[in-house]
């Protein structure tokens, strides 16, 4: 199936900016048009140093709107007016938009005339590594060492990169490129699943799909792009389609008219009827932008596609509140870069809105960690869940690989005397820009640490963490035999809780995990909420 021709009309209503490559310019001759290789690696490190700090026009558009939309809760409007000071913040090209700086997705398309040599992948990964070491953003890949051992790459590659040969568009050779920065977290939410024609019955598909947008939950970061698709001539298609859906590039499929209409060649296609019935879905969720409202979902896109007549491969997939990606090509005239806002401010002014307009929601307490632990309990424990934090005080900063660590000095040994003495926040901050005291540094997915509640809390370690998202019941459970707590902070603002909330940071143990280290923070007003309480009470399950 042929998606070019809508990816391309994308491409055609789309504004770009020339990018100064000094000498390195392509060379048009008879034969068509040579690109130095230079500019394939200028190519990358500028889109994704792009992507790193600034927003499409059509992202900060929809946040805006739910900002002042008359169904939103004070929750949602808190939590989307920090993810708009969040992007003031980012702007300014020195902290980027969030912690998770992603993983390097390339596609290009390559038109017939267009020769750039045999090293195309090559320089397209020297772009990516340039981009997040001169840009200070975080290398989250890791390799293996041995079937179990992983180390950290160093510099977050390898990049996925796929390159297609082009039939050629109108206005002269062009080496055309699809830049995204997928996080992990809104990544892990892609979920791929053998159906068959059962499925393809209204009120049959209306039950899927409202089960699937409730399971996604809030460890993704909401309000979320959502993408469904629906048939495929094999699961590993329908996924590619995911990707360049929610990457707003198939924007340009054209809508089912409403009645049956078959033609011939047009084997993909919108629906607005479903796209319509996801976004009633995701506000009847209740879910929000994190913590209860209305704004789950930013929007939605549903595509249909033909399929073997025994399958029906359905994925649904998420881009999250960092949505990013970009366009960009190559062509006679030099290298172009989707305009991207790069005055958030201003564009947000412009539309009548203010990001510090936050509303009344409600009273907010705090919360002084310096206190010993079961004084940090108690003063918990009288609150409720839902309730409005500010933290100020000291956090262990720490993720997946030193749980790992400390689960090990279980067998003959005791856990630090520092799990003990401070709240555990989940996190792996970026790289830390000159001048600044901390990378970009939010909330990493709370679930995936789970499987350590009854190890850790039993013994009086982690009990009372920080992240984002839903747990699991195993964790509500140790919560409520334990007397613990789980607060979930906003995720998707990593600039700004760096740039306003965190006042001093260092590394205090396992400094070869780089990003995963064990830090001790000092934090002042963080915001936050109660989640889980020592009762048992889960604030997702009211």
């Known amino acids: 199936m042929d998606l070019e021709p809508f990816i391309f009309r994308a491409f055609e209503k789309t504004a770009f900016e020339p990018v100064d490559c000094g000498s390195e310019k392509p060379r048009a001759e008879a034969k068509g048009l040579f690109i130095p290789k230079a500019l394939l690696r200028k190519a990358a490190e500028e889109g994704f140093r792009e992507l790193a700090f600034f927003f499409r026009e059509s992202h900060l558009g929809l946040l805006a709107d739910r900002l002042t939309a008359r169904d939103s809760s004070e929750?949602?409007?808190?939590?989307?007016?920090?993810?708009?000071?969040?992007a003031v913040t980012a702007s300014q090209g020195s902290l980027a938009l969030c912690q998770d700086t992603g993983t390097a997705v390339i596609y290009g398309w390559k038109d017939e005339g267009v020769f750039s040599g045999p090293w195309d992948r090559k320089e397209l990964e020297a772009g990516v590594e340039s981009a997040w070491k001169t840009n200070f953003l975080r290398a989250s890949q890791v390799a293996p060492a041995s079937f179990f051992d992983e180390y950290n790459t160093g510099n977050n590659l390898p990049a996925q990169i796929r390159l297609e040969a082009a039939a050629g568009g109108k206005q002269g050779p062009a080496y055309r490129f699809l830049f995204i920065a997928k996080g992990g977290g809104s990544s892990n939410k892609t979920s791929l699943f053998s159906m068959t024609k059962a499925l393809l019955e209204e009120k049959t598909f209306e039950a899927f799909l409202e089960e699937k947008i409730r399971a996604l939950g809030t460890s993704a970061c909401p309000p979320y792009r959502f993408t469904a698709v629906i048939g495929g001539t094999s699961p590993e298609f329908n996924l590619e389609v995911q990707k360049l859906a929610a990457a707003e590039a198939l924007d340009e499929v054209p809508y089912f008219s409403g009645k049956e209409d078959p033609a011939p060649g047009l084997m993909i296609r919108r629906d607005r009827y479903w796209e319509n019935k996801a976004m009633e879905i995701g506000r009847k969720t209740g879910l929000g932008a994190q913590f209860g409202g209305a704004s789950f979902l930013l929007d939605a896109r549903v595509l249909r596609l033909p399929r073997h007549a025994a399958s029906c491969p359905v994925s649904v997939g998420v881009s999250c509140a960092a949505h990013r990606s970009l366009l960009a090509y190559i062509d006679a005239n030099g290298l172009f870069i989707e305009r991207l806002v790069h005055d958030p401010l201003g564009f947000l002014l412009n539309r009548g809105v203010s990001p510090a307009h936050t509303g009344s929601a409600g009273a907010v307490h705090t919360?002084?960690?310096?206190?010993?632990?079961?004084?940090?309990?108690?003063?918990?424990?009288?609150?409720?869940?839902?309730?409005?934090?500010?933290?100020?005080?000291?956090?262990?900063?720490?993720?997946?690989?030193?749980?790992?660590?400390?689960?090990?000095?279980?067998?003959?040994?005791?856990?630090?005397?520092?799990?003990?003495?401070?709240?555990?926040?989940?996190?792996?901050?970026?790289?830390?820009?000159?001048?600044?005291?901390?990378?970009?540094?939010?909330?990493?997915?709370?679930?995936?640490?789970?499987?350590?509640?009854?190890?850790f809390m039993s013994r009086g370690a982690s009990l009372?963490?920080?992240?984002?998202?839903?747990?699991s019941p195993l964790w509500v459970e140790a919560c409520k035999k334990y007397g613990g707590f789980y607060l979930g902070t906003v995720g998707g603002a990593a600039a700004l809780f760096a740039?306003?909330?965190?006042?001093?940071?260092?590394?205090?143990?396992?400094?070869?995990?780089?990003?995963?280290?064990?830090?001790?923070?000092?934090?002042?007003?963080?915001?936050?909420?109660?989640?889980?309480?020592?009762?048992?009470?889960?604030?997702?399950?009211?």
Not at 76 to 83: E, F, G, H, K, S
Not at 399 to 423: C, E, I, M, N, V
Not at 464 to 471: D, F, M
């Open 367 to 455: 919360i002084d960690l310096e206190k010993p632990m079961q004084e940090i309990c108690r003063d918990l424990s009288a609150l409720k869940t839902g309730d409005r934090l500010l933290l100020s005080g000291k956090l262990l900063v720490a993720r997946d690989a030193a749980h790992q660590k400390w689960r090990s000095l279980l067998a003959g040994g005791t856990l630090p005397a520092y799990l003990f003495q401070h709240p555990v926040y989940y996190a792996g901050p970026a790289g830390t820009p000159r001048g600044k005291i901390t990378g970009s540094l939010g909330p990493t997915t709370a679930g995936r640490m789970d499987s350590y509640a009854e190890d």
């Open 499 to 542: 740039e306003e909330n965190v006042t001093a940071s260092e590394i205090i143990d396992y400094p070869e995990l780089g990003m995963e280290a064990v830090r001790l923070i000092t934090v002042k007003n963080l915001p936050a909420f109660i989640v889980i309480d020592d009762k048992g009470r889960d604030l997702y399950a009211l």
């Open 75 to 86: 929750n949602d409007r808190m939590v989307i007016n920090i993810l708009l000071q969040n």
């Open 464 to 471: 009372i963490t920080v992240a984002k998202g839903n747990r």
